[in-house]
């Protein structure tokens, strides 16, 4: 009965009823930098998993303790919470948001994985939400990746490596993971054949390539006065959503390498996709099941009644 509900809240129909309040608090919107260039349909549609963040996280970004709880509730293993440091130039990418979490994160303003121009939320890769927290003793960045309705509101995209522009992009992070090469190789490549580049053109295998290919280059780093020590990379969808929880048939279609995984859950393919070392600097879960954990009883009440 639970899998009904799920599916049921992830519709259209039963979200329009919140387009008149697609946020707990539209001062969420007030927290981000006006120079960050927001998703387009976060204002305005209830589908869209950059609101759905938005609406979790920045509701929770004026909180330490509560926003420390919900991402333990999923895995994080956080023993601090660190209050963002509005002002913080990194690398040259000046950063004047507010609170606890920032929304459309790039790091330093040259991009490390040779991403050409664009800025936060446009032409780059861009961080849903990046919080710094303490985990093992150590300053942790988390990129965090959050899927709500993708697959079932729109299609996924399935060859990132196709066409001219994938030409590019096969260039790009190649020669990123070149220089990696002898040095904690993060993916499970052999010396020949097996997994290649091309296994990650779908969509959110893409994502994910590119977030640890960023996490990677930006460990260490300074935020402001913090001294970053370590990485997370964070994919949270929803639980009722199986065409992002499960490898579906035409996720393989251009890619050879995960064929053998098609049907399996995403997240036990994506780690069979790392090396060994790297599997510990991915967390994934469903951020639906860890609303129960918010102690903010107005708050939790409403993503409940719109997510959960």
């Given amino acids: 009965m639970r899998k009904l509900v799920d599916m049921d809240k992830l519709s259209a129909e039963y979200q329009k009823k919140f387009s008149d309040r697609l946020f707990f608090n539209d001062a969420v919107l007030g927290s981000v930098d006006p120079s960050a260039t927001l998703h387009g349909e976060s204002r305005t549609n209830p589908l869209s998993s950059a609101a759905a963040c938005m609406n979790v996280l920045g509701s929770l ?76 003793g150590l300053t942790t ?14 299609p996924i995209v399935l060859n990132k490596f196709g066409g001219l522009k994938g030409v590019e992009r096969l260039r790009r992070y190649a020669s990123v993971l070149a220089e990696m090469r002898g040095n904690r ?11 290649g580049l091309q296994d990650f053109s779908t969509d959110h295998f893409y994502q994910l390539l590119r977030m640890t290919l960023l996490a990677r280059k930006t460990t260490p780093m300074k935020v402001g006065d913090i001294q970053v ?37 995403f997240y036990e393919a994506w780690k069979g996709m790392l090396a060994s070392e790297e599997q510990k600097k991915f967390v994934a879960a469903h951020w639906d099941r860890g609303i129960k954990s918010i102690k903010n009883a107005s708050l939790r009440e409403y993503l409940a009644e719109r997510y959960e």
Avoid at 185 to 195: C, N, R, T, V
């Fill in 61 to 136: 970004a004026v909180d330490k303790e509560d926003l420390k709880g919900f991402l333990n509730a999923l895995g994080l293993g956080v023993t601090k919470v660190y209050e963002f440091p509005s002002g913080a130039d990194v690398g040259g990418q000046v950063y004047n948001d507010k609170g606890c979490v920032v929304f459309e994160w790039i790091g330093p303003k040259a991009s490390p994985i040779n991403e050409k121009g664009g800025g936060r939320g446009q032409q780059r890769t861009s961080i849903d939400a990046f919080i710094l927290a303490e985990i093992d």
């Fill in 141 to 154: 960045q988390l990129l965090i990746e959050w899927k709500f309705t993708e697959g079932r509101s729109r």
């Fill in 229 to 265: 020590e370590d990485y997370r990379v964070v994919h949270l969808s929803h639980s009722g959503n199986d065409k992002i929880n499960v490898v579906q048939p035409e996720y393989a279609k251009y890619c050879p390498g995960i064929q053998g995984v098609v049907g399996k859950g």
């Fill in 185 to 195: 190789f993060p993916f499970a490549f052999s010396e020949e054949g097996g997994m």
